[in-house]
């Protein structure tokens, strides 16, 4: 064995217990809806940090889409430089407390991590979290000095692709704006995340370091209906990002799926977290709900929907889903959140038909599944049990089965070109068929997540100044 193994072996064997974070009570949570997860306090946060065994080739690096120097910040959360720590995150990362809540550090850095081959894995998220929060806390105004150019850049989506893209733009010397078509900056963040996810608060103050390094975000601006991508060219801007995010609701195509009381996922999430519905009648957006839900699908949005249903006083509460719950997308966190919450769990079951009372859904007839072959997905593939029929009775319904790319941006730019799903194309560069447009997030790639989206942005961003400054030589 190798001198290096055997530090590391040496290192790991020292390595203390993993710190758990605290959360609020699933009886208490269902009341309100605050921040679940309470985060880790400085001693936690330092007894957490030391775990980390400051492996030389740092995995956890290679296994972060937007590339955190993570042994970094770690020591320096350690030696309790925490507003450092938070600086450090920041080089490569605009969003680190946005970040912190919920990005699946499980499937990613964590998952890398060299301790997680003999134990548990440091947690990288509750860390880069405590750190955000700290500076947040302590109100560090620390802004790096940029030198402005002059050169217009706009970014179209104020989503996770989009802020990032628009923030490193400005960081390299850029003029830039971003134009959102709500009222509101943040995208799928502020419309599509509970606030007991991600607070509210936590969106505008990661939003509002972004202004800080100089970026304009313009909000009521359709692209592509108050003005054209054309038109921004025609403005001055040298190069455009699109980042218009996944937001064309899935349904399921089957019978009596447009009853009242059956929502998308998209629509119902924005009522509640962005219109503030279940403050109503505070706020003017209402949302209809009934004693019994039953929200289908599986991943992240899913959970959510089911957590919201809860908080907005149904006291019966479904996920219906087709596979089991080793094929769940969710992450294993929200997973067991909603499970301890009480939300019943309805798998190998796959609706077939709503039924409707008085023009409203009253029940949804379902079959049984049984698991067959693994599909293109790599998951087992759903296969129908016959004679299993069954009817569940239900007064809301939330279809959470997924995304398609917005497609507002490609119908109103004939030149953009898009694949058979309706996401734009793009080259090796993310430059998409119209020159000095580029794209990235979920416009290309389908609903993915939010670090993924973060990855997108940054990459295009670094794309858009070479192709700037080849262009101005």
């Known amino acids: ?99 912190g809540r919920v990005c699946p550090q499980e499937d990613q850095c964590e998952k890398v991590c060299t301790l997680k081959a003999k134990g548990a894995a440091i947690s990288i998220g509750y860390l880069e979290r405590f750190a955000a929060d700290y500076a947040i806390e302590h109100e ?31 960081k390299a010397g850029y003029s830039v704006t971003v134009f959102e078509s709500l009222h509101k900056a943040g995208g799928v963040l502020y419309y599509g995340i509970p606030a007991f996810r991600l607070p509210k608060r936590v969106i505008d103050l990661e ?22 991508i054309a038109g921004l060219f025609d403005d001055g801007y040298r190069a455009i990002f699109a980042g218009t995010g996944a937001g064309l609701p899935g349904f399921m195509g089957i019978p009596q799926e447009a009853l009242n009381g059956i929502y998308s996922a998209n629509e119902f999430l924005t009522r509640v977290n962005l219109m503030h519905a279940y403050k109503f009648p505070e706020y003017d957006t209402p ?69 409707g009372k008085d023009g409203s859904v009253s029940a949804m007839a379902c079959i049984k599944m049984k698991l067959g072959e693994p599909d293109a997905s790599g998951r087992r593939r759903p296969i129908p049990v016959k004679g299993s029929e069954e009817v569940i009775k239900v007064d809301t319904v939330v279809v959470a089965i997924g995304q398609g790319p917005n497609p507002l941006l490609p119908a109103a730019t004939p030149d953009i070109k898009t694949d ?39 990459r295009c961003a670094v794309n858009i100044d070479a192709y700037l400054k080849n262009r101005l030589k």
């Open 420 to 458: 058979k799903r309706g996401n734009i194309e793009v080259d090796a560069n993310g430059m998409t068929s119209v020159r000095g447009l580029f794209a990235g997030g979920d416009i290309v790639t389908g609903a993915a997540t939010v670090i993924e989206a973060m990855g997108a942005g940054k």
């Open 1 to 99: 064995m190798s001198a290096s193994r055997r530090n590391i072996k040496s290192a790991m064997s020292k390595s203390g217990p993993k710190i758990e974070i605290r959360k609020q009570a699933p009886k208490e949570r269902i009341k309100n809806f605050d921040e679940v997860a309470l985060g880790l306090s400085e001693e936690e946060a330092v007894s957490e940090a030391s775990r980390c065994i400051q492996c030389k080739k740092a995995p956890c690096v290679s296994g972060c889409p937007v590339e955190i120097d993570i042994p970094k910040f770690i020591d320096l959360v350690k030696n309790k430089k925490f507003i450092e720590a938070a600086r450090s995150i920041k080089e490569k990362n605009n969003l680190p407390a946005v970040c």
């Open 140 to 170: 560090d105004k620390a802004v790096p000095h940029i030198r402005k150019s002059g050169v217009k850049v706009a970014v179209v989506g104020s989503g996770p692709a989009g802020l990032t893209a628009a923030a490193d733009l400005a």
């Open 287 to 355: 949302v209809r709900v009934g004693k019994s839900a039953a929200v289908i699908g599986a991943g992240n949005v899913a959970m959510d929907s089911a957590r919201c249903l809860l908080r907005l006083g149904v006291k019966e509460v479904k996920i219906v889903y087709r596979r089991s719950e080793a094929e769940m997308p969710a992450r294993v966190d929200e997973i067991e959140n909603t499970k301890e919450e009480g939300v019943d769990m309805r798998l190998l079951t796959a609706p077939v038909k709503f039924i």
């Open 207 to 228: 939003v509002s370091y972004i202004r800080k390094l100089g970026v304009d975000i313009k909000s009521n601006m359709l692209i592509g209906r108050t003005v054209s």
